[in-house]
């Protein structure tokens, strides 16, 4: 049985593109929300897929949004301006945290994070590394939606957890043990462990935990630290999200990972330096980049 709203799939990401072919080949409905009405294309694994675009969300959908962290604010406040949103199920998926989620997120939005990589090659969608998903809310209280099953099916394996605050912070720290730093040295994730000492990464990870245990949740700095270097060993050979964007001189995500922490950690009452430092070393380099490439 298939969903009986139809999928409307925000944005070009890849991550986004490859969840609109799956879905379709799962005979879901699914249009994409871009900048421009008309027909798009999407290539994967040899086939063609053609998608309605659409500049507005025309209906109640079930929206599947991958985006960028920095997209998130802009992409709700456009959402609200639609009738059909209030009817709309939202799943959204981002790197890193926003200092003030529940002014935009609605208690019954999704958060779907992932494992899986993909990445675009030309007009070509690549599924690069498969991995895993999970489904959840922040605050834990929903039931399974009916939603999932097509969710999971299509970009399998999908795991349901009511409570997703951990599975989200795990993630933040795995993004800001890894992804800084690959910036900062230029170097592919599985190249990370020749440039970061322990003690420092120790402190990027203890940062955390501190600001997780101030907002209610608990990790353990061993675990993170074992987690972050599994995924630099299962992703040797990637280049991050953030050394991509800073290659193509795109806005990268730093403010939503070490700067969420640094910025969040002030708000509570004390300093997380490691953090604080890392966020101002990328957003350096960031602005040094775009006065040196007027
Ligand atoms: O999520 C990632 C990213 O690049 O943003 C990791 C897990 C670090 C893989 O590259």
């Known amino acids: 049985m298939t969903s009986k709203l139809p999928w409307c799939v925000i944005g070009q990401g890849a991550l986004g593109s490859l969840m609109a072919v799956h879905l379709a080949q799962q005979n879901e409905q699914v249009q994409l929300k871009l900048r421009r009405t008309g027909s798009t294309e999407i290539r994967f694994d040899g086939q063609t897929f053609r998608f309605q675009s659409n500049v507005q969300l025309l209906q109640p ?12 604010v802009p992409l709700i406040e456009e959402l609200r301006r639609y009738e059909a949103f209030a009817e709309s199920t939202l ?8 200092a003030n989620e529940e002014e935009w997120l609605r208690p019954q939005d999704w958060h779907w994070v992932t494992t899986h990589g993909a990445y675009r090659d030309g007009a070509e ?14 605050t834990g209280t929903a039931e399974k939606p009916e939603f999932f099953t097509a969710l999971a099916r299509a970009l399998p394996p999908l795991h349901w957890q009511a409570d997703l605050r951990v599975r989200r912070w795990q993630k933040l720290a795995i993004n800001c043990l890894i992804n800084p730093y690959t910036v900062l040295h230029r170097c592919r994730n599985g190249e990370l462990p020749q440039h970061v000492a322990p003690a420092e990464w120790r402190s990027v990870a203890e940062e955390i935990v501190r600001l997780a245990a101030y907002q209610g949740v608990t990790l353990a700095t061993d675990d993170l630290l074992t987690q972050a270097q599994q995924v630099v060993e299962q992703t040797a050979r990637n280049r991050s999200s953030m050394l991509q964007d800073y290659l193509h001189q795109r806005p990268m995500e730093i403010a939503y990972l070490n700067g969420f922490v640094a910025a969040a950690s002030a708000a509570a009452g004390w300093i997380a330096p490691t953090n604080q430092r890392l966020s101002e070393q990328v957003q350096s380099l960031s602005s040094m980049k775009s006065t040196t490439s007027k």
């Open 61 to 72: 959908s079930l929206i599947f949004a991958a985006v960028k962290a920095y997209q998130v």
């Open 91 to 98: 799943i959204l998926s981002y790197n890193g945290m926003l």
């Open 125 to 138: 969608v690549v599924h690069g590394g498969h991995g895993q998903s999970w489904l959840g809310t922040m």
